[in-house]
């Protein structure tokens, strides 16, 4: 039995019409003093409460933002998330997440459908989608926050919120080379990911400088999860046994190498050394403990919600783009 209470049940208690509580719920005036304190006390009393697809039709607002994630499973967009969340709660905004599972195709169809619910705002992290269906889907929403992905060609009405990846793929490979490494390869995630290309170019860049032959064999494309890893490790060392060092797309691939390491009987480091990205927590719980790139990922996600609501707000002319740069952290996995 549905009892819910309506604006019908009100007006019908404070002996009013429908318009008059209608007024007082969405703070319209024209209702004097003693009506309205009325009206408030029978809502009060009954537990009324405005039904917000109602109170979006009389406002243009939804009170929601959509949050769009590759995979949500991954402990950095799950911190990310609790950024975005803080922010929007303090300013009385709920979040829409949504994952795509790493599939452009789901990534089109989320957008269409959070367009369709009117939300305020949206926040798309780490897009798979190539750029043109990406600002078409984009045109869809008013205000928009793309988080570590950059548009070739600017759009004005855009914030970015970018991890500076060349640099830390840079770091992470140069840190390897200093550690007497030689044969450095790269496990670089999804070929749809802008952050896996863009670390690849820190990767290049890194061995240019000390010397060191590039070998398109030691990338090799793989999942962004802890069984990507392990497949593209196994399949990496059983061909390539000369590797010596491993930089990992993130933490969860790089845990996947450990695993392999330790079933082939690659001893870590000794044998082959890891460098993962992103510092989730399970970094420094596995052993050995995870040398990698640190990200302050619930920093990235309260930047990306600030920057969104200002957009709300009404931002002027270009709308900002903010780079977190990435932070070597030393374990025992690579000293």
């Given at each position: 039995m549905n009892n819910r209470v309506t604006m019908a049940d009100v007006a019908r208690e404070a002996g009013v019409s429908l318009m008059t509580v209608s007024r007082?719920?969405?703070?319209?005036?024209?209702?004097?003093?003693?009506?309205?304190?009325?009206?408030?006390?029978v809502i009060e009393r009954l537990g009324y409460r405005p039904s917000g697809i109602a109170r979006s039709l009389a406002t243009s607002r939804t009170g929601i933002i959509g949050l769009i994630v590759p995979d949500i499973s991954n402990p950095f967009f799950a911190d990310l998330a609790k950024g975005v969340e803080k922010v929007a709660y303090a300013e009385g905004y709920n979040v829409f997440l949504c994952?795509?599972?790493?599939?452009?195709?789901?990534?089109?169809?989320?957008?269409e459908s959070l367009a369709e619910y009117r939300v305020d705002g949206v926040l798309t992290c780490s897009s798979r989608l190539d750029e043109k269906h990406l600002v078409d889907s984009l045109g869809?929403?008013?205000?928009?926050?793309?988080?570590?992905?950059?548009?070739?060609?600017?759009?004005?009405?855009?914030?970015?919120?970018?991890?500076d990846d060349v640099h830390g793929g840079k770091i992470?490979?140069?840190?390897?080379?200093?550690?007497?490494?030689?044969?450095?390869?790269?496990?670089a995630g999804?070929?749809?990911?802008?952050?896996?290309?863009?670390?690849?170019?820190?990767?290049?860049?890194?061995?240019?400088?000390?010397?060191?032959?590039y070998t398109p064999d030691l990338v090799v494309h793989c999942d962004s999860n802890v069984e990507g890893g392990y497949d593209a490790t196994k399949s990496l060392l059983s061909t390539h046994p000369e590797v010596d060092a491993i930089f990992c797309y993130n933490d969860l691939v790089a845990v996947g190498a450990l695993r392999a390491c330790s079933e082939l009987g690659a001893s870590v480091p000794n044998d082959v050394a890891i460098v993962g990205f992103d510092d989730i927590m399970l970094a420094g719980l596995v052993t050995p403990s995870l040398t990698t790139c640190r990200i302050q990922?619930?920093?990235?996600?309260?930047?990306?919600?600030?920057?969104?609501?200002?957009?709300?707000?009404?931002?002027?002319g270009k709308c900002e783009t903010a780079v977190f740069t990435p932070e070597l952290v030393v374990r025992r996995s690579a000293p």
């Open positions: 007082v719920v969405n703070n319209k005036g024209e209702v004097s003093e003693p009506t309205r304190r009325r009206i408030l006390e994952s795509t599972e790493e599939n452009p195709q789901r990534e089109l169809d989320v957008l869809f929403f008013y205000s928009a926050v793309l988080v570590n992905r950059d548009l070739e060609n600017e759009a004005p009405s855009v914030g970015v919120v970018m991890v992470a490979t140069n840190h390897l080379i200093d550690g007497g490494r030689r044969r450095v390869a790269f496990l999804p070929e749809t990911s802008h952050s896996g290309r863009r670390r690849f170019e820190g990767y290049k860049a890194a061995l240019a400088e000390a010397g060191l032959p990922r619930e920093e990235v996600g309260r930047k990306a919600a600030e920057m969104l609501l200002e957009q709300m707000g009404g931002c002027s």
